[in-house]
């Protein structure tokens, strides 16, 4: 009798099995004949449970830029893999799609390959006890429902249309104690040599990391937990999709406070969600009740992780140097979050010990390991120690050290002490050999720089000689801080120079004696038909950053109307950031002659994306220049006269934010990073830029004034006193005003 019911239920079996190959079968015959799509494993042998089956995919991705052509009428989607038998997935109404990721997301996509390349099929087909196999990769088409200039929206079908790659058959046979043991050992030692340098060497690496996210067995969870933070992102997924979430959640909460355990904020919130989903039944059915049960489910999750914060807090003093770093950062990146969520709620009383083991650690650290900790730290608690911690980065620095620490050091310093900063960068750059840049001089106005012509002029000098180091480093310098009285000098220089294009040298000419850089500038015709003249586009670009004056606007205004695209998009750029109001006359008439030529030949147009990108210019320039304000009316006008999809979309976006009470939205970034928008003109980096453009709005316009990230609250207060001495109106928004 039990003989027949096993062969009944292998009939039954076999016949599914039939059933579901007709299937796949069926919606393969309906695949479109010039799609590429196929699965071919790299290994033709039975698998051990957990071990990783590796296959290429071959898929086809987008074939299309947005705004560089037109989309596609169809494309064809990633729908997951097909599996039979099916395991809980497998069917093209519920395929095999990923497991749960610490970040909450699922794996997607057809394993990152649109050509040859290794796909771990266990990221879809998970838990496979012994036994045969068979799987395919399923695809569902999408159909264009809507375009925008810079994006295209698609849909699915319906009915809903598919498309099956070829199937491969493999074998998944029991894994010994004995063949697991040797496995994990091969992955940890793989993941112990040093960083590969070859395509061969991280491909092998990535495996062996892999293989162990997949091992799910205590051994391999221990292995994983010993190598953090080396692969953190896959051992962590590995962990936070075990069948045995209790165990793996006790298992981290037992080494939390250990001293040789690497823990990362993104280790403590896999670790809570492990403990959720191990304490906390599955979630209801009904809205009603899964509103409230996913309230308690994220509160007991918040209880887990304060616990555990707490746990690695006083754990600090005993963590080793590597661990301490990290845990450091998650205790710096979890006040953050609180202080996203609820500004104003209490600080965490760890934060003394934090403070402590920082100011103890950061000496020892590796110069190059300094940066992102400081800035972070900054970011988020203020004190007295920041000062001498962000001095000894800089003093610390030789050449051949990265410059991106000292760089760093000196935004923090700059924060805290502008005195203390400036100071430090007139020393540097006049040293032969420094870290500074040209950007960092933006941190040291003139008015704080005495006089050094010799000094700037001396190191002009030495970097032109064999050797030297940062020549545009020290032309910037000449032309942001050389007095008059070195005029004489700098004509020497400019005119002995070998390469005749000196853009930083013609902003020192802007400054100190415009009629000379008014004949540099005049030394040729402009003759717009003409071939550009060799050095415009350095002139354009890089001189009005440094200084900006009437002659240059003059000289950038006339080649709007040049037959040279690139000078043209480059002169409206620079003019809607550096021009004055003088420089609005002749925006608009480079924008209407572009309307005149295009007129009547938008498809033309549309093909021709130069155009459309000096359309975009100019534009832009007039739309949401520095120097002026667009009024709804101009920017009706703009609309009228624009012939590029792209144009009209843009000036639409413009026109939603010229309303009472314009939008100011603050971004800080911490130790006085800053990125503003106003009404429609984004982009304003410093305080200076956001007076500016405030001062153009007349006394009495209304704005509701809306900030989120690290250290906004100074900026916002000075924002609003600014705004009160010009009689312009602020009331406070809330964050969530920014995704509005």
């Known amino acids: 009798?039990?003989?027949?019911?096993?062969?009944?239920?292998?009939?039954?079996?076999?016949?599914?099995?039939?059933?579901?190959?007709?299937?796949?079968?069926?919606?393969?015959?309906?695949?479109?004949?010039?799609?590429?799509f196929s699965i071919r494993l790299l290994n033709q042998r039975a698998y051990h449970e957990g071990e990783l089956i590796r296959a290429e995919v071959r898929y086809p991705p987008p074939h299309f830029v947005p705004g560089r052509e037109?989309?596609?009428?169809?494309?064809?989607?990633?729908?997951?893999?097909?599996?039979?038998?099916?395991?809980?997935?497998?069917?093209?109404?519920?395929?095999?799609?990923?497991?749960?990721?610490?970040?909450?997301?699922?794996?997607?996509?057809?394993?990152?390959?649109?050509?040859?390349?290794p796909v771990f099929l266990n990221r879809y087909l998970r838990e496979l006890p012994p036994g045969r196999y068979r799987t395919a990769v399923l695809a569902r088409k999408l159909v264009l429902t809507g375009r925008a200039p810079m994006s295209?929206?698609?849909?699915?079908?319906?009915?809903?249309?598919?498309?099956?790659?070829?199937?491969?058959?493999?074998?998944?046979?029991?894994?010994?104690?004995?063949?697991?043991?040797?496995?994990?050992?091969?992955?940890?030692?793989?993941?112990?040599?040093p960083q590969p340098g070859s395509r061969e060497g991280y491909e092998a690496r990535t495996a062996a990391a892999q293989q162990l996210r997949f091992l799910d067995q205590p051994a391999a969870w221990t292995a994983s937990l010993d190598l953090?933070?080396?692969?953190?992102?896959?051992?962590?997924?590995?962990?936070?999709?075990?069948?045995?979430?209790?165990?793996?959640?006790?298992?981290?909460?037992?080494?939390?406070?250990?001293?040789?355990?690497a823990v990362s904020l993104q280790y403590l919130s896999t670790m809570a969600r492990l403990c959720s989903r191990a304490d906390l039944p599955p979630p209801p059915t009904s809205d009603d009740a899964r509103q409230k049960y996913w309230t308690d489910w994220h509160n007991y999750q918040e209880r887990i992780l304060g616990g555990s914060i707490s746990t690695l807090a006083a754990s600090l003093p005993r963590k080793q140097a590597g661990g301490k770093t990290i845990a450091i950062e998650a205790l710096l990146q979890r006040i953050q979050q609180r202080r996203s969520i609820d500004p104003q709620g209490p600080a965490p009383?760890?934060?003394?010990?934090?403070?402590?083991?920082?100011?103890?650690?950061?000496?020892?650290?590796?110069?190059?390991?300094?940066?992102?900790?400081?800035?972070?730290?900054?970011?988020?608690?203020?004190?007295?120690?920041?000062?001498?911690?962000?001095?000894s980065m800089l003093d610390a620095w030789k050449p051949g050290d990265y410059y991106e620490g000292p760089r760093s050091a000196l935004h923090v310093l700059h924060a805290l002490d502008s005195?203390?900063?400036?100071?430090?960068?007139?020393?540097?750059?006049?040293?032969?050999?420094?870290?500074?840049?040209?950007?960092?001089?933006?941190?040291?106005?003139?008015a704080a720089v005495p006089p050094m012509d010799d000094e700037l002029i001396e190191a002009l000098a030495a970097a032109q000689r064999e050797g030297g180091w940062n020549l545009p480093l020290r032309m910037a310098a000449l032309a942001k801080y050389a007095t008059p009285r070195a005029l004489s000098r700098i004509q020497a220089i400019y005119e002995s120079q070998q390469?005749?294009?000196?853009?930083?040298?013609?902003?020192?000419?802007?400054?100190?004696?415009?009629?000379?850089?008014?004949?540099?500038?005049?030394?040729?015709?402009?003759?717009?038909?003409?071939?550009?003249?060799?050095?415009?586009?350095?002139?354009?670009?890089?001189?009005?950053?440094?200084?900006?004056?009437?002659?240059?606007?003059?000289?950038?205004?006339a080649y709007l109307m040049h037959r040279d695209v690139p000078v043209k998009k480059m002169a409206a750029y620079s003019l809607g950031l550096y021009g004055s109001k003088d420089a609005l006359f002749p925006l608009w008439e480079a924008f209407r002659y572009f309307h005149e030529y295009w007129k009547g030949k938008k498809t033309e147009l549309e093909q021709n994306q130069e155009g459309v990108f000096l359309e975009v210019e100019l534009r832009n320039a007039i739309a949401r220049g520095r120097g002026w304000l667009a009024t709804e009316t101009d920017l009706r006008t703009i609309e009228s006269l624009c012939i590029s999809e792209r144009c009209i979309y843009d000036t639409r976006q413009?026109?939603?934010?010229?309303?009472?009470?314009?939008?100011?939205?603050?971004?800080?970034?911490?130790?006085?990073g800053l990125q503003t928008r106003i009404a429609q003109y984004y982009g304003l980096t410093g305080m200076e830029q956001v007076k500016d453009k405030l001062a153009q709005f007349p006394p009495g316009t209304r704005f509701v004034l809306a900030a989120h990230g690290s250290d906004i609250d100074n900026a916002s207060a000075e924002i609003r006193k600014y705004a009160a001495g010009r009689r312009l109106v602020i009331v406070l928004g809330r964050p969530d005003m920014l995704s509005q």
């Open 1 to 36: 009798m039990r003989a027949i019911l096993i062969l009944i239920g292998l009939s039954c079996a076999l016949a599914a099995a039939q059933q579901n190959s007709s299937g796949w079968s069926e919606l393969r015959s309906r695949n479109p004949p010039q799609l590429e």
């Open 70 to 117: 037109p989309p596609p009428p169809e494309q064809w989607q990633f729908a997951g893999y097909l599996l039979n038998p099916e395991r809980g997935c497998g069917s093209p109404e519920k395929p095999c799609f990923g497991f749960v990721d610490p970040a909450g997301g699922i794996g997607v996509g057809p394993g990152g390959s649109s050509g040859p390349g």
């Open 152 to 193: 295209a929206t698609y849909g699915y079908t319906t009915p809903a249309q598919y498309a099956v790659s070829n199937d491969v058959e493999f074998e998944v046979i029991a894994a010994p104690p004995a063949w697991v043991k040797r496995t994990i050992e091969a992955s940890v030692a793989k993941l112990k040599e």
């Open 228 to 261: 953090l933070p080396v692969e953190e992102g896959t051992f962590l997924s590995g962990l936070a999709a075990t069948r045995e979430p209790k165990r793996v959640c006790e298992l981290m909460q037992s080494r939390t406070a250990a001293p040789e355990q």
């Open 349 to 391: 009383d760890w934060i003394p010990v934090l403070r402590q083991e920082f100011i103890k650690s950061f000496p020892a650290l590796e110069s190059w390991r300094k940066s992102h900790p400081l800035t972070m730290y900054a970011a988020v608690l203020k004190g007295p120690e920041l000062t001498s911690l962000a001095e």
């Open 419 to 446: 005195v203390r900063a400036e100071k430090r960068i007139l020393a540097e750059v006049v040293k032969p050999k420094t870290w500074l840049d040209t950007p960092q001089l933006d941190l040291l106005p003139a």
């Open 499 to 557: 390469v005749s294009c000196q853009p930083e040298l013609m902003a020192y000419f802007l400054r100190a004696e415009p009629a000379y850089a008014d004949r540099v500038f005049r030394n040729h015709q402009w003759d717009m038909q003409a071939a550009p003249p060799l050095c415009i586009l350095q002139y354009f670009e890089r001189t009005p950053r440094l200084a900006m004056h009437t002659v240059l606007e003059r000289y950038m205004a």
């Open 654 to 672: 413009d026109l939603q934010n010229v309303q009472e009470p314009f939008r100011i939205e603050i971004t800080g970034s911490g130790f006085g």
